[in-house]
Each structure stands twice: as C-alpha cells, then as structure tokens.
C-alpha cells in the first residue's frame, strides 16, 4: 500500500489506454487539434457556423473541468488527502470567463503534462494513507488476484469519476492495466495505484462531455443524455461530480421532467457545496483572486497609522479577509436571506473580521483576535459606502500601489456589473497623466486626458463611475480631500444619469435594468461555457424577465436554468 508511482514506469500503459478515448471524444464533439499547445483555437467556434434554428442551443462542447472542480471531484470520490495533493492546470479565460475558456482553449503538451504530474501527486498521497486507500477502494482483497473486488472498486470508482456506468471497453483496459500492477508492485493495491492514476488523466473524467443524443423531432438539434445532464447541473450548481442519489435518477432516465429537475436543483443548492460553488463565480466575476499578493506603498497611506504598520503591503491575512468580506456579503443575500442580489451595491452593512473592522471604524487591532471570526458590521453612514462599491478589497485592487484609479474602478463596473463591452486603448494612445502642478487631483489628471479625442470615448463613461468612488483612497480608507483638495465625487452619464458619490451611484446601479440582465448573463455562461447563441438569446430574455419577477433573488433563478428543457439541448456538431 506504501509503493509510489513513477512516471516513466506506467506512461506507456496509461497512454495507450487513454488516446483512443481522447480521439473519439473529440471528433464526437466536433474538437479541434489535441496537439498543440494552449491555444485560441477554439473547439467551439470551429463548430459554431451560423446554423439557422427556432429552438434555443448551444454548441456541442468538451469543457475541462475547472480547477475547483477537479479538486471538488477527487475529494468526493477519492478524499481529502488525495484533492489536497492535486495540481490542476490554470484555469485560463476566454470571452472574459475560465469556464469558456474550459470549453473552447485545447489541452496542449504543458496541459497533458500536467494533469499527468497531478495523478502522480494525487496516488502518492493517497496510497501513502492506509484509511484512505481503504475508502476509496472500498472492498478487502482475499489475494493478489482477486478479479471481483477489482471489478467492484473499478465499477464504483470508474461510475463516480466518468459520471456514467463504464463501458466494456473501458472496463476492459482499466482490468488490464490493473493486472499489470499487480504483477509490477506484487500487491493487490499496485492494481488500483496505475487505475486511479489512469482514470485521473481521462477524458472521461477531465471533460465535461456536452454532446448528447439525436433529438426525434429536429434533426438539427441534439439533447444531452441523462449522465451528461447530471454531470452538467452538477458541477454548475456544488461544482463537483454527481454524487449517486443523482446518479441513479440518470441511471433511472428520470432527468427529462422539468419538475424533477427542480426538485434536484432546490436538493442541490440546500448542501453546502453550492455556496461554495457560487463563491468561486463571484471570486471570478469580481477578480477577487487577484488581491493575492497586491502591493500597496504604505507611505502613501497615513491612515494606516502605526497599530496597522506593514499592512499597506497586504498579507495574505488581509488579502483573505478582504475576500472574504465580499463573499460573506453575497452568502448573506444569496443563502442566509434569499433576497435580492442588487443590495450588492446598496448594502449599508458589511461582514468584518478584527484587521477589516480596524481598517473601516479606526480601531485598534488586536493581535491575538479571532481572525477568522468575521461578524456583521454597521458602517458609518458618513462614509457613505454602499455594498461592494465600499469593499476595501475592490477598491484596493481597482487602484494603483499609491494612488485611485477611477478608469479601473469604473472599467469593473461595465464590465462585471452592466456586461458592457470595453474596448483596449489604441496602441499609440499617452497613457502618462499630467503632473501634480497641472492637475493635482486625480479627478483633474483624467478630466485632462480626457481632452484627447483619443481616450475621451471610454474614459467619460469609466471615469464617471470611479469619480463616485473617488472618496476613498487607494487602500479604501474614507477621505475628504485629494491631495489637499475638496474631492468632487459627481458624475452625470448618458446612460445612468446624475449622481454624487457612492451611495447615489449604488442607487442608480440598483435601479439600472442592465445590472439584472448581465447578472443572468454571466452565470449562464459559467453554467454553460459559452458565450449565449442568437437563439438562446430570447431564452435568456425570458429568464432575465422570470428573475426580475422572482424578486431578483439568484436561487429561484438557477432552479429554472437548470429546469428549462433549452439547459439540454445542443445543435449538432
């Protein structure tokens, strides 16, 4: 049970049990090359040619599955000691999100080579744990050869991580390759090492195959068969794999009753695995990863004052906390209180732990706090912050290591919150802003770059947005002057009117018809990983209306994705 897995001692095996897979699979889904290496070639769009229909599809899809998602899979089938050893690739972006990325960006050589290092750390840890290896085979051999408990611990493991019942194929190969270690490690358990190994670097488990059955009555059109329903509702709403109660409703070919679908997405969204889940789109959504690591001059920032000296630099304590305090806020709305999602920007209150309520209310920290009690928090109503438009986590990352930048700011809230489409800057635009003496606030720098007929079409509509924002500082302290000057925090847009400050842009936010209609947009393209097709747009309309009429609440909105007979269906490849 103690023996590690080399590389070069089973490569050839696995690979030869796995390309025919990997092949198949692919020209199924209408993929693309599986040579090169991580590319913008995309198997969707290679497979996206105008194809005229009435009925709401998407393409056909092999979406890798994210890295949450992967680690998710293994600790459900295999434990925490083995997800705790995995190395999953970087989940990379396409069209402004990793899960279209998953589904359009092909696996290159770096790719394969890491999800190989990945099962190699993932069977070491875990045949290095007696207990574990116990679970995750689940039956007690009599001998070295026994072909029944190596038939039940590959039928259950393989049903789990394939999300469907193994064929005779591949059951074939996978005992096959189950001999060879047996007689490589002598010991039952070499068989499950190179298994496990194997079924880590499938496709079968690495995609989320979306490419479905003929349907009867449109030959244009495909629905996804039961397992790959299961699959897809599954890692969309716990992001993890099926777990077996819905399984057998696959097994059973119950999935294509809208009302069973509901009632497996409310049982779905009542575990814990769906906050979780939801976290990792709004850490997407918002960038919050990227407060790991941001650099901050402490200098530059004299609110920090001496009892928070060195955290101008964010630690990885406040990185966290400043993360978490968005996503408590989201939970509170989504799962504590099921009530609308547009008091993110309006919300007065907010979730703290000791260093964050020190940073908002000026009080002195103490070091041998809690820090992993975060509570609600009352904000003072002169600092007029408003829901996330008032987090010191964004307002820190959307600015510079010593001064705000409003373009940043605003560019997020386009972006995240309206779904509007911002162009980059011309290559030969001046980025340098005039000096202190010319315009010493910032609100003056921008207002003059503005001038440039270049930079003045995006920047009225960014700058406004992050003007708003400009009464805090670029660690998200509250102020009243800029550089020794009264801050202007007015803006007036064509689209969002007039407004002063951030408490009055969160009202217009709230009241902006766009603000619903992308928050729908983009968890359909997380749920599904690609950006929405001409026909799926009417369908997405319905639903931005059905959310609107729910009260703007999210639960109720990913029940009816998920129940929609249009979330099955695929045009054909």
Same mark, same amino acid.
């Given at each position: 049970?103690?023996?590690?897995?080399?590389?070069?001692?089973?490569?050839?095996?696995?690979?030869?049990?796995?390309?025919?897979?990997?092949?198949?699979?692919?020209?199924?889904?209408?993929?693309?090359?599986?040579?090169?290496?991580?590319?913008?070639?995309?198997?969707?769009?290679?497979?996206?040619?105008?194809?005229?229909?009435?009925?709401?599809?998407?393409?056909?899809?092999?979406?890798?599955?994210?890295?949450?998602?992967?680690?998710?899979?293994?600790?459900?089938?295999?434990?925490?000691t083995a997800s705790d050893a995995a190395l999953p690739p970087e989940d990379l972006p396409r069209s402004g999100q990793r899960s279209i990325g998953a589904a359009e960006l092909v696996a290159g050589d770096d790719t394969v080579a890491r999800y190989e290092e990945s099962a190699i750390a993932v069977v070491n840890?875990?045949?290095?744990?007696?207990?574990?290896?116990?679970?995750?085979?689940?039956?007690?051999? *009599?001998?070295?050869?026994?072909?029944?408990?190596?038939?039940?611990?590959?039928?259950?493991?393989?049903?789990?991580?394939?999300?469907?019942?193994?064929?005779?194929?591949?059951?074939?190969?996978?005992?096959?390759?189950?001999?060879?270690?047996?007689?490589?490690?002598?010991?039952?358990?070499?068989?499950?090492?190179?298994?496990?190994?194997?079924?880590?670097?499938?496709?079968?488990?690495?995609?989320?195959?979306?490419?479905?059955?003929?349907?009867?009555?449109?030959?244009?059109?495909?629905?996804?068969?039961?397992?790959?329903?299961?699959?897809?509702?599954?890692?969309?709403?716990?992001?993890?794999?099926?777990?077996?109660?819905?399984?057998?409703?696959?097994?059973?070919?119950?999935?294509?009753?809208?009302?069973?679908?509901?009632?497996?997405?409310?049982?779905?969204?009542?575990?814990?695995?769906?906050?979780?889940?939801?976290?990792?789109?709004?850490?997407?959504?918002?960038?919050?990863?990227?407060?790991?690591?941001? *650099?901050?001059?402490?200098?530059?920032?004299?609110?920090?004052?001496?009892?928070?000296?060195?955290?101008?630099?964010?630690?990885?304590?406040?990185?966290?906390?400043?993360?978490?305090?968005?996503?408590?806020?989201?939970?509170?709305?989504?799962?504590?209180?099921?009530?609308?999602?547009?008091?993110?920007?309006?919300?007065?209150?907010?979730?703290?732990?000791?260093?964050?309520?020190?940073?908002?209310?000026?009080?002195?920290?103490?070091?041998?706090?809690?820090?992993?009690?975060?509570?609600?928090?009352?904000?003072?109503?002169?600092?007029?912050?408003?829901?996330?438009?008032?987090?010191?986590?964004?307002?820190?990352?959307?600015?510079?290591?010593?001064?705000?930048?409003?373009?940043?700011?605003?560019?997020?809230?386009?972006?995240?919150?309206?779904?509007? *489409?911002?162009?980059?800057?011309?290559?030969?635009?001046?980025?340098?802003?005039?000096?202190?003496?010319d315009a010493p606030t910032m609100r003056d720098k921008l207002m003059q770059h503005q001038q440039d007929p270049a930079c003045a079409g995006c920047h009225v509509s960014l700058d406004g947005l992050g003007f708003a924002l400009e009464p805090f500082d670029g660690m998200g302290f509250h102020r009243t002057e800029d550089n020794g000057f009264p801050i202007d925090a007015s803006a007036d847009l064509p689209d969002l009117g007039e407004f002063d400050g951030p408490r009055e842009l969160g009202q217009r936010l709230f009241e902006e018809p766009k603000l619903p209609a992308c928050l729908v947009e983009k968890l359909?393209?997380?749920?599904?990983?690609?950006?929405?097709?001409?026909?799926?747009?009417?369908?997405?309309?319905?639903?931005?209306?059905?959310?609107?009429?729910?009260?703007?609440?999210?639960?109720?909105?990913?029940?009816?994705? *998920?129940?929609?007979?249009?979330?099955?269906?695929?045009?054909?490849?």
């Amino acid at each position: 049970m103690h023996a590690r897995l080399h590389p070069l001692r089973v490569a050839l095996a696995i690979a030869a049990m796995m390309l025919g897979g990997c092949r198949e699979a692919a020209e199924e889904a209408g993929g693309g090359d599986s040579s090169g290496g991580e590319t913008e070639a995309s198997t969707t769009e290679a497979s996206t040619g105008e194809v005229p229909t009435e009925a709401p599809a998407g393409p056909p899809s092999m979406r890798r599955l994210l890295g949450y998602q992967y680690r998710n899979a293994i600790r459900d089938v295999l434990g925490a000691t083995a997800s705790d050893a995995a190395l999953p690739p970087e989940d990379l972006p396409r069209s402004g999100q990793r899960s279209i990325g998953a589904a359009e960006l092909v696996a290159g050589d770096d790719t394969v080579a890491r999800y190989e290092e990945s099962a190699i750390a993932v069977v070491n840890a875990l045949f290095t744990d007696a207990a574990a290896v116990e679970v995750a085979v689940g039956c007690t051999p *009599v001998a070295n050869d026994d072909p029944a408990c190596a038939r039940d611990y590959i039928d259950r493991v393989g049903r789990r991580m394939f999300r469907r019942p193994l064929d005779d194929e591949q059951r074939a190969r996978l005992l096959a390759l189950h001999d060879d270690g047996v007689a490589l490690y002598d010991s039952f358990y070499g068989g499950p090492l190179l298994v496990i190994a194997a079924m880590l670097q499938s496709p079968s488990f690495l995609y989320l195959v979306e490419v479905g059955e003929p349907d009867p009555e449109d030959d244009s059109l495909r629905r996804l068969d039961d397992w790959e329903l299961a699959a897809k509702i599954s890692f969309f709403l716990v992001g993890t794999t099926p777990r077996d109660e819905l399984l057998e409703l696959a097994e059973q070919g119950a999935l294509d009753d809208p009302d069973v679908l509901r009632e497996v997405a409310r049982d779905l969204l009542a575990t814990a695995g769906a906050a979780d889940a939801l976290d990792q789109h709004i850490i997407e959504l918002l960038q919050l990863d990227d407060l790991d690591g941001l *650099v901050k001059v402490p200098a530059a920032f004299p609110a920090l004052g001496d009892p928070n000296e060195g955290i101008g630099v964010f630690s990885a304590e406040l990185s966290e906390a400043a993360r978490q305090e968005t996503l408590r806020l989201v939970r509170d709305l989504v799962w504590e209180r099921d009530t609308d999602i547009r008091e993110l920007v309006t919300a007065d209150y907010t979730f703290t732990n000791p260093v964050t309520a020190g940073l908002y209310l000026g009080t002195p920290i103490d070091p041998t706090a809690d820090f992993e009690q975060y509570t609600r928090t009352e904000l003072p109503a002169d600092q007029q912050r408003s829901g996330i438009l008032g987090h010191m986590g964004l307002l820190s990352l959307l600015a510079n290591a010593t001064r705000t930048s409003p373009t940043r700011r605003g560019k997020l809230i386009r972006e995240a919150l309206l779904c509007d *489409v911002i162009q980059p800057p011309p290559d030969d635009v001046q980025l340098e802003l005039p000096p202190d003496t010319d315009a010493p606030t910032m609100r003056d720098k921008l207002m003059q770059h503005q001038q440039d007929p270049a930079c003045a079409g995006c920047h009225v509509s960014l700058d406004g947005l992050g003007f708003a924002l400009e009464p805090f500082d670029g660690m998200g302290f509250h102020r009243t002057e800029d550089n020794g000057f009264p801050i202007d925090a007015s803006a007036d847009l064509p689209d969002l009117g007039e407004f002063d400050g951030p408490r009055e842009l969160g009202q217009r936010l709230f009241e902006e018809p766009k603000l619903p209609a992308c928050l729908v947009e983009k968890l359909f393209r997380h749920a599904t990983g690609h950006v929405e097709t001409e026909s799926e747009q009417p369908w997405l309309e319905r639903h931005v209306e059905s959310f609107v009429e729910q009260g703007h609440r999210l639960q109720p909105l990913m029940v009816e994705l *998920v129940a929609d007979p249009a979330f099955s269906m695929v045009r054909e490849p």
